[in-house]
């Protein structure tokens, strides 16, 4: 199982309330249900975006299956094998990972697995889509997740999710400054994994996102001092300034010194 949460980022303009980010964050454990409670493995990849598109992707339940069936959908994608058009709907393109989640199930040894897999898509400049597709030991459904016009959490999942609420209603009611903020969000999922480790959900926190431009954006992450990208910690490297990083409370830092980016602004918490 897993803990996953996704959310959107919005901004008030001119023409009214847009939105202008969407992330997926989860945690890193596997966990193996048949085994010792201590059977753990906490570097497991859960988050994935295209590094060709504007889409991202997650998974909660059943790891197997998910894991290997979405790395094979993003590298079909990313080499121009998988959508029929670019300018295909959302609901076409989500109807497209169904049908590569079902015809791939088809095969797949008895009892099938039970999981959810998130798909977002940004098909112009303020034109974000949310899907979720569903299987149910093998039976397979999927709908659109209606996005709002305000920036909060609009997907949450896996077995940490009752603590995840828990967590965030216990910010809420402190009157936390930067309730309703992607910062207060991601830090909702790292205090979560923090203070609620538990068999299924452990690690350290990982996230992708998409912006109004460019396509799938991997974010570096600090926890407790160390850094890590998609659940595995590593070492300094200067191309890691390639990318974005942040740490718990959602604020920019430096990849080097892993202390806020000049000019980022500290968040209370």
């Known amino acids: 199982m897993t803990l996953i949460a996704a959310w959107v980022g919005v901004d008030n303009k001119k ?36 590094l060709q598109h504007p889409y991202i992707f997650a998974y909660c339940g059943d790891v197997l299956f998910p894991l290997h069936t979405l790395e094979r959908i993003i590298y079909k994608i990313d080499c121009g094998l998988f959508f029929e058009q670019t300018e295909d709907s959302f609901m076409n393109k989500l109807s497209s990972v169904r049908a590569e989640i079902e015809s791939s199930l088809i ?20 034109d974000f889509h949310l ?32 603590d995840f609420k828990n967590v965030e209603l216990e910010l809420m009611k402190e009157r936390n400054p930067n309730e309703g903020t992607s910062r207060f969000c991601f830090h909702c999922v790292a205090k979560t994994i923090k203070e609620h480790e538990s068999p299924t959900v452990g690690g350290v926190p990982q996230l992708v996102g998409l912006y109004r431009e460019g396509t799938g954006k991997i974010f570096g992450i600090e926890y407790e001092g160390e850094r890590y990208i998609l659940g595995k910690r590593i070492n300094f490297m200067p191309e890691y300034f390639h990318i974005e990083w942040r740490n718990s409370n959602f604020e920019r830092i430096n990849p080097k010194t892993l202390k806020l980016l000049e000019g980022a602004q500290a968040q209370p918490f």
């Open 15 to 50: 023409e009214g309330r847009k939105i202008s980010s969407i992330y997926f964050a989860a945690d890193s454990r596997f966990s193996w249900r048949y085994t010792k409670s201590s059977s753990k493995y906490d570097e497991g990849m859960k988050v994935f975006c295209s």
């Open 107 to 126: 095969n797949y040894p008895n009892p099938k697995p039970s999981f959810s897999i998130l798909f977002a898509s940004r098909e112009s400049y303020y």
């Open 131 to 162: 899907g979720e597709i569903i299987s149910v030991e093998g039976c397979i459904s999927c709908k659109e997740i209606i996005l709002p016009n305000k920036s909060q959490i609009v997907y949450i999942g896996g077995s940490g999710k009752s």
